[in-house]
């Protein structure tokens, strides 16, 4: 997971969730995607999976509207660096966690303007300053349990909205239902690859309309750490386990 950018033919680039490794692949149409104006074939490869996973959390499900605090964690991977230029196009703020100085300014570099280092500060803590108290409207999550889930209603604003994407913190956390009350908040979690061919192709749809425009402008583009052969992909998950910063690709040629 994560080493799983695919592009098929000269003019799509194709929307496969969990990863696998082939040079060809059969793929329902409603997950096909046109390689986008100004994008390269195999950098199209980096955006299917982090531009329907971003989409469809932050702005399908979670709704964020311009003016609101997005907060991602994780921001310097792909899919925080696709969130962060999304959430920025349309007008939202965004804070980002990440454990590194260079990850943090590359993620400024992006767009994001509250900068947190999960090694030295406490996200909580620091979104609230950073809000005046009130926190983030919505939150982007890939740690799913332990005590972020705790932590992560504690840093949602009044009618916060957290989205779970991941499970890096464990499968199992402990929820306050009365601090969630209190915010009339909401926490949902979602996977593109146990959804219906239907929901992902609206997904894929919503992607084409709203993300790929952006993209063709020159608004939001790829983030790639590096490409790699296909033969060096234990290499590509060593990388992906230590430190990088967008998506790692693997190549056919």
Known sequence: ????????????????????????????????????????????????????????????????????????????????????????????????????????????ELGADILINYHEQDFVTEIKRATDGAGADVILDNMGGGDYLDRNVQALAVNGRLAIIGLQGGTKGELNIAALLMKEGAVTATSLRSRPLKEKAAIVAGVREHVWPLIAAGKVRPVIDRELPMTDAAEAHRVMDESHIGKVLLTSR
């Not at 096909?32 to 199209?44: F, H, M, Y």
């Not at 996973?53 to 932050?58: E, L, M």
């Open 1 to 108: 997971p994560g080493v799983s950018g695919w592009s098929v033919g000269d003019e799509v680039c194709a929307l496969l969730t969990g990863g696998g490794y082939a040079e060809k692949v059969a793929v329902p149409a409603g997950q096909l995607l046109p390689v986008p104006k100004g994008v390269s074939l195999v950098e199209a490869a980096g955006l299917p999976e982090v531009a329907c996973t971003v989409w469809s959390n932050v702005f399908m499900v979670a709704h964020l509207r311009a003016g609101e605090v997005l907060l991602v964690q994780g921001g310097a991977g792909g899919i925080g660096t696709m969130a962060i230029q999304l959430a920025r196009a349309i007008g939202a703020r965004v804070a980002v966690t990440a454990g590194s100085k260079a990850k943090l300014d590359f993620c400024a």
